[in-house]
């Protein structure tokens, strides 16, 4: 692309209108950058990632606080870097894909933050990814407009909603971007298509470039992103220290490291975030062979007021304001509904939920639909007062142990066959919506995203290596779970029609959740084909 370079860059996706405004020369140029950079580094941690979670399964590894690192969490002095602007308050923010539609009416949901999601809430075809660059660039320029199926102009308000990327994890590759033939990481091509194009664009708005960070599973990843982050404002000339990111703590390592991921990123940190569905789907990876003690129950009886997922959060709380960063809560994925008993009892339900977040120190939450930022944002404002956050509550009263975060039986609750069917239905039907490339996808009445087929599969496979017995004890096998997915996938076909992708849907669920091994799904044979589309 450039006789400047010493490698062959390859743009294998198919094009489409305006997309040569995002895939130029300069920006493909830059992404590359950022892969020779550090592509090394990326793989090492990967293979070190493989390696632990090998030896936690085994039970070669014991998980815990890490001693070489005591004098991180010790040291009382540091703090991370003061809230940058438009991120000072931080009550509501609404997640979503970077589809057109979902742009403007996030934007103008009334939240204060917008997570702009190229990861789990977004399915990743090349059109969504490229597309989705598009809506951010017109948007951060206030350029966007859509019209509804009523025929009715929507475009941008006086106060949108501060944007926040969300790029995918280190995990992934971006397969239609290649450098001497290599697939290019899937993280830096998109933080850092939305960097080059938009950073100077937001911070002379009185903004920034903001991002929150999926699946670090331990510091040192963080520190690899704090590298990155000063490498690419050298290359576009941006001061050090632009750049804000909020971490998800959706990992089981990562709940024992968060002291240190903030301290990696300390001049770049915004906060950290409680993910519960990939938190929940972590224990359930980590320690898949370890038996009876760490068989979760049904997903839905998994909330964040059992033990352990309250240890969790409580000591994320307490961790971010004792450095000076914000602690976001969880997500309501609730969907307003037209049976009003049904909405009535749901966001009695979300109210309650985020009355406990903030009353737990939180200083802000998350919301999946723009019929919920209003419950949020009362409840927030009623702690809240005139103040923007809950730093000064310290919670120091807080003790977490490496039992408290690791005692999973403390969940209680049962396995039932509602539940079983659940995990099945769920997760046919997410993976339908996903291989159809829609990635946030509404079902019964809950905002489900890819960690749904995560934790779907997972559990049932779970419960079958187990030999967990249901409720009324009936033992879950394979035989069961085949017997309920043909059940499942007759009633869903009959309901969808023509056009579904059920069946790639039940190959790829057979292959994650019913063989012998618990394969990675992001890496599985069937999401790298997708990946190929």
């Known amino acids: ?218 510091h040192r990843e963080a520190r690899l992103w704090n590298d990155v982050f000063r490498f690419a404002q050298r290359e576009i000339g941006l001061p050090q220290g632009a750049i804000r990111a909020t971490v998800l703590i959706e990992t089981i390592t990562a709940a024992f490291e968060m002291d240190e991921i903030l301290y990696e990123l300390r001049e770049h940190a915004a906060g950290l975030n409680a993910g519960r569905w990939d938190y929940i789907f972590s224990v359930i990876k980590n320690f898949s062979e370890h038996g009876a003690d760490f068989v979760l129950p049904d997903r839905a009886q998994v909330t964040m007021t059992v033990p352990f997922m309250r240890s969790y959060t409580e000591l994320l709380v307490q961790t971010c304001h004792k450095r000076g960063a914000h602690a976001i809560g969880g997500m309501a994925a609730f969907i307003p509904s037209r049976d009003p008993e049904v909405n009535a009892n749901a966001l009695e339900k979300v109210r309650q939920d985020k009355v406990r977040e903030a009353g737990d120190g939180f200083d802000g939450s998350w919301v999946a639909h723009p019929g919920l930022v209003p419950v949020c944002r009362e409840v927030f404002d009623e702690v809240l007062g005139g103040w923007p956050n809950q730093l000064g509550k310290l919670r120091e009263d807080v003790v977490v142990t490496s039992e408290d975060l690791l005692d999973v039986a403390s969940a209680g609750g049962e396995v039932t066959e509602d539940g079983l069917r659940a995990n099945i239905n769920v997760g046919l039907r997410y993976l339908d919506s996903w291989l159809r490339g829609t990635g946030a996808a509404g079902i019964s009445n809950l905002m489900e995203d890819a960690a749904t087929a995560e934790i779907a599969r997972c559990q049932v496979w779970q419960w079958i290596r187990n030999g967990t017995k249901l409720a009324d004890g009936t033992a879950v096998t394979t035989e069961l779970a085949f017997e309920l997915l043909r059940e499942e996938l007759g009633r869903i076909h009959a309901e969808l029609g023509p056009g579904n992708r059920l069946d790639d849907a039940r190959d790829i669920f057979v292959e994650t959740a019913l063989g012998e091994k618990l394969p990675a799904f992001f890496t599985t044979s069937a999401y790298a084909r997708y990946l190929t589309a």
């Open 1 to 218: 692309m450039s006789d400047k370079l010493a490698y062959r860059i390859d743009l294998t996706g198919p094009s489409a209108d305006r997309f040569d405004e995002i895939l130029t020369p300069a920006a493909v140029e830059f992404v590359a950058k950022l892969d020779n950079e550090f592509a090394g580094r990326r793989r090492e941690l990967l293979d070190e990632r493989r390696l632990r979670r090998e030896k936690l399964a085994s039970g070669e590894e014991k998980l815990g606080f890490l001693p070489e690192t005591a004098h991180i969490r010790g040291d009382d002095s540091w703090q991370v870097a003061p809230a940058a602007p438009g991120l000072e308050d931080r009550r509501v923010e609404i997640t979503g894909p970077t589809d057109r539609k979902m742009t403007v009416n996030a934007l103008n949901s009334g939240a204060k933050v917008w997570l702009a999601d190229f990861e789990d809430a977004n399915a990743p075809t090349w059109h969504n990814m490229i597309d989705g660059q598009l809506n951010l660039y017109d948007a951060i320029r206030r350029d966007i407009d859509f019209t509804g199926e009523n025929g009715k102009r929507y475009t941008i308000g006086d106060e949108p909603a501060t944007i926040v990327a969300r790029p995918r994890g280190w995990h992934l590759v971006e397969k239609h971007i290649r450098i001497d033939g290599r697939p290019v990481s899937a993280s830096l091509v998109d933080f850092g298509l939305f960097f080059f194009h938009n950073a100077r664009q937001l911070l002379a708005r009185g903004r920034g470039p903001y991002f929150y960070l999926p699946k670090l599973e331990n």
